[in-house]
């Protein structure tokens, strides 16, 4: 068997490292973490500082450096937002092809009693509740999150590329 040496390379750059973290933590990072909706900010800030050290592993930075611009630099937004935005893209997903009928029969449009100009956007009822546990569940979280979306957003429903490239410039001009 005869063994193949590779050149030597120099270290990666950034936009090398860039998508190895992508690829490699963010996947890890984003699996499942629509479920960590409303939970409190001490489990969401232990993943935070995951990707906060990710961040400065790819740039090289100190780990004494501040994160924010970096997390900037990158394009990335902060956990809190990537639930966020998870959440409103699953919202989307679901309103426009109504594919998923167990989630979409948990979603009602606003009916609102009178006719008002702003009842033509695409509003969600939201449905009240007890305990701060029922406030994670889909049917609660999914209104709650896409209320808050500027009508901008909610209206620009026609492409879904379209819907996510507006849904992280606000997100990104929200948090930076």
């Known amino acids: 068997m005869q063994v193949i040496k590779l050149p030597h390379t120099?270290?990666?750059?950034?936009?090398?490292?860039?998508?190895?973290?992508t690829a490699m933590v963010f996947?890890?990072?984003d699996y499942c973490n629509s479920v960590l909706y409303g939970t409190?900010?001490?489990?969401?800030?232990?993943?935070?500082?995951?990707?906060?050290m990710l961040a400065c592993m790819v740039i090289q930075a100190c780990k004494y450096d501040h994160v924010t611009p970096i997390l900037a630099d990158l394009h990335w937004l902060p956990l809190e937002a990537r639930i966020r935005?998870?959440?409103?893209?699953?919202?989307?997903?679901?309103?426009?092809?109504?594919q998923l009928y167990y989630l979409f029969e948990l979603l009602q449009l606003h009916q609102p009693v009178r006719q008002l100009q702003s009842s033509q956007h695409s509003q969600l009822d939201t449905n009240r509740t007890c305990t701060v546990f029922a406030d994670r569940a889909f049917h609660n979280a999914a209104p709650s999150v896409w209320n808050s979306l500027t009508l901008y957003i909610t209206d620009n429903l026609d492409s879904p590329?379209?819907?996510?490239?507006a849904l992280k410039i606000y997100y990104y001009s929200l948090y930076f």
């Open 27 to 29: 996947a890890r990072l």
């Open 161 to 165: 590329a379209g819907f996510k490239s």
């Open 40 to 52: 409190s900010h001490l489990n969401v800030n232990k993943l935070q500082r995951v990707q906060n």
């Open 10 to 21: 120099s270290t990666p750059t950034v936009e090398e490292a860039k998508s190895i973290a």
């Open 85 to 98: 935005y998870k959440i409103a893209v699953m919202t989307c997903n679901v309103l426009n092809t109504q």
